[in-house]
């Protein structure tokens, strides 16, 4: 079925190209030069028309055809046993799908095998009349377009504008999804703090939140999510202290000081390791580096947890470090040459020209590599979840188990209770580090507009 | 404060030149980019004063050898210099001679207006900063005014200092850049091509201050536009395929050229 459909649009596409170009180089009757638009254009056109039409007849078929099989098999359901709940009803539907497409229902009986011969016999027909759907809506749509084509005909034109109209459709695709997510994060969130005032939630300061549900009510002294986000500040301020210098230095000396071939090499060797997965960092916090912090915290008669902020701060940093250097890599590798001749040949040493002109000038891009960082870091959930611990403890101290926003919204969402009530704070919590975030970057764009040096 | 410039633009460029203190004096000298020969066997004496202008097709090597003078080939991983040029009697490519301390006496104006995204005021002060030219701030503000008036652009920019230099036209970026260059105090500006960016009254503005600055520093301009030389210059030099195939006063090479090479390039027959 999905193969069919895919292979009728691409013959109808292409044949519409072909026949648009062609009829487009018999009008011109040899002088190409007396066409408005070139005969790809008006392939082009024939081509995209074409191709909508068939796909949207395709997906209207779909929805129509569905919604009636579905009533047709309700229908003959309730004839045959009348008693049914609406519940089963989906049942025997889903059960009777499954043994006409040769699927393992729950079980199986008269009724069903019934409902199954229905469905057989209406499924075989959609499958017959949504490719035939499409290709009929294709077939006229491509005769229209082919009786559209002459001299004058603007097909340039009117291919960009439905090109644009795709492109328009895409963004609005992603900003209508932006939306839905956002309005379900602040409804959700909305209704968690009609059960809890937002100071308690703020700042109070033990974290228990599941511990003191009684009837689906949330226990409000248990709420307090203050430890984690002095967790989540911890680790990422200790993350940032790591991959902020490395990364920057690490970057200047890529694309200032390296030769060409080191450049070459060193650079797909960090962009290696910004792929690797942040569980394999993690494993790696809580196997390796966490046992060599406590070692050598032990030996320096301090007391540190086997599971610790430091650790999992680190192993983050290390994963930053390629994000923000390859980034920043490339910021100041943008910067023009002009520039660095210009500081040279003022007598400058390499080393203010990069401090004086260069970074400066980069400054903006350096921010947002910084920014991205920060992202990555205050979203990170598994290395936190392996090497940072679970407990939800109040502290600034970088020696003991912390916990993080995103890690405690993973327990909530995957323990055993209800949904319902475990949603609440993981939206609350959610919500709490989306508006973190999104005053961070209004704040840190800011800075940028107001100290940019811009080169262009 | 303002600044009394001297009266040099009094003599045309064309009347013969007086003889000058030297500046430059080059002899066998060769570039090579990898296996490419640049420069083939250079010898030019360029003198104090003056404004020398380099001429020539293009490809044959002007801005090669001007980056020879103030060592910014030194920046090109490829380019190989050999040969003895000397500034004011003393080796400028001798072991001990810093190239950085080199380019704050031999300042360099290029061919695009590249001023620094910063302010005007900062993009003047920039040179003076980093070489500790000034003990406090009214040194420095008057060091800026002084630059910025001796390039022309005083009285377009004291009121907007604070503005960034990348905000001005075309012509007064490249008054900006000049000014930058004299902030540093150099003896002496080498400019590539300093007008090809420019419309015809930028470039008329540029070749005016050319003239005006000539009687304070050795000059020595790249320009494809043959009338510019003989405008601004009082000596020509002749490129051709990495040679220097003549060398003179700026009115001999334009009115009696000696090499053929010469009066087909004057006459337009060929680059
Ligand atoms: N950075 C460089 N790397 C390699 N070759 C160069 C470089 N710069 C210039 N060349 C070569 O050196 C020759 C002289 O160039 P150039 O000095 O720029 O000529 P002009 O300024 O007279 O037009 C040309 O053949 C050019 O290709
Ligand atoms: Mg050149």
């Known amino acids: 079925m999905f193969g069919l459909m895919a292979l009728i649009l691409a013959v109808l596409t292409i044949a519409a190209y072909v026949l648009g170009r062609r009829r487009a180089t018999a009008a011109a009757g040899g002088d190409l030069s007396v066409l408005h638009s070139r005969p790809v254009y008006h392939g082009a056109y024939a081509a995209l028309l074409t191709f909508l039409a068939a796909f949207a007849a395709a997906a209207v078929a779909a929805l129509v055809l569905r919604w009636f099989v579905d009533g047709s098999l309700n229908s003959l359901i309730s004839e045959l046993a009348p008693s049914l709940s609406s519940i089963e009803r989906d049942l025997v539907r889903s059960d009777a799908a499954a043994i006409s497409g040769g699927g393992f229902p729950s079980r199986v009986d008269e009724l069903r095998q019934t409902v199954a011969a229905r469905h057989g016999t209406l499924a075989g027909l959609s499958a017959v009349l949504i490719p035939g759907l499409a290709l009929a809506a294709g077939l006229a749509t491509l005769w229209t377009a082919l009786k559209r084509v002459n001299v004058d005909f603007r097909a340039r034109n009117l291919s960009e504008r439905i090109v644009m109209g795709v492109l328009i459709a895409a963004a609005v695709v992603a900003i209508l999804t932006t939306v839905g997510i956002l309005t379900s994060l602040i409804g959700e969130t909305a209704r968690f703090f009609s059960q809890i005032p937002v100071h308690k939630f703020l700042f109070g300061s033990t974290w228990s939140p599941l511990s003191g549900v009684f009837e689906g009510r949330l226990d409000q002294e248990r709420v307090g999510a203050l430890p984690l986000f002095a967790g989540t500040l911890l680790i990422t301020f200790i993350a940032m202290l790591v991959a902020l210098p490395i990364g920057l230095f690490a970057a200047i000396y890529l694309a200032e000081y390296a030769s060409p071939r080191m450049r070459s090499t060193v650079k797909p060797i960090l962009e290696i390791l910004a792929g690797v997965p942040t569980v394999v960092y993690g494993f790696f916090a809580a196997i390796t580096v966490a046992p060599v912090i406590r070692g050598i915290g032990e030996a320096l008669g301090l007391s540190v947890a086997s599971e610790s902020a430091l650790g999992a701060g680190l192993v983050m940093g290390v994963m930053i470090i390629p994000f923000i250097s390859s980034l920043s890599d490339d910021v100041i590798t943008a910067v023009p040459q002009a520039l660095r001749d210009g500081s040279l040949g003022l007598g400058s040493t390499h080393a203010e020209t990069i401090k004086k002109v260069v970074l400066p000038a980069a400054l903006p891009g350096l921010v947002s590599a910084a920014l991205l960082g920060f992202a990555r870091a205050i979203g990170e959930t598994m290395i936190v979840v392996m090497a940072a611990g679970q407990g939800a403890n109040f502290t600034f101290n970088p020696l003991e188990a912390v916990t993080t926003v995103t890690v405690q919204i993973v327990m909530l969402i995957t323990g055993d209770t209800e949904a319902s009530t475990a949603a609440g704070p993981a939206f609350a919590l959610g919500f709490t580090l989306f508006v973190v975030t999104l005053g961070f970057n209004i704040v840190a764009q800011r800075l940028v507009r107001k100290y940019r040096e811009a080169y262009d | ?271």
């Open chain 2, 1 to 271: 404060m303002t600044l009394t410039m001297e009266n040099s633009v009094g003599a045309p460029a064309a009347q013969a030149a007086p003889r000058n203190d030297l500046k430059f004096a080059c002899r066998g000298v060769n570039v090579h980019y990898g296996d490419a020969h640049a420069i083939k066997d250079l010898a030019i004496d360029i003198e104090d004063r003056l404004v020398t202008a380099f001429i020539g097709p293009s490809g044959c090597g002007k801005s090669t050898f001007l980056r020879c003078l103030n060592r910014m080939n030194d920046t090109i991983a490829i380019c190989r210099v050999t040969g003895d040029l000397k500034l004011d009697g003393e080796d400028i490519y001798a072991p001990r001679v810093d190239p950085v301390q080199l380019r704050a006496r031999v300042g360099m104006v290029f061919q695009k207006p590249n001023p620094f995204p910063k302010s005007i005021y900062d993009n003047v002060a920039y040179g003076p900063r980093i070489h500790g030219l000034t003990s406090n701030r009214e040194e420095l503000d008057e060091l800026v005014e002084a630059s910025l008036t001796k390039a022309g652009l005083w009285n377009e920019v004291k009121d907007r200092l604070d503005k960034p230099g990348t905000g001005l036209s075309g012509g007064q970026q490249q008054r900006l850049c000049i000014a930058r260059a004299i902030a540093t105090k150099p003896e002496v500006l080498l400019m590539d091509e300093p007008c090809s960016a420019l419309d015809p009254i930028a470039t008329d503005r540029i070749e005016q201050l050319i003239g005006e600055l000539r009687s304070q520093f050795c000059i020595v301009i790249v320009t494809h536009s043959m009338q510019q030389a003989a405008r601004v210059s009082q000596k020509t030099a002749f490129f051709h395929l990495g040679h220097l195939v003549e060398y003179g006063d700026t009115t001999d090479i334009f009115n009696k050229p000696r090499d053929k090479r010469t009066e087909d390039y004057i006459n337009g027959r060929f680059g």
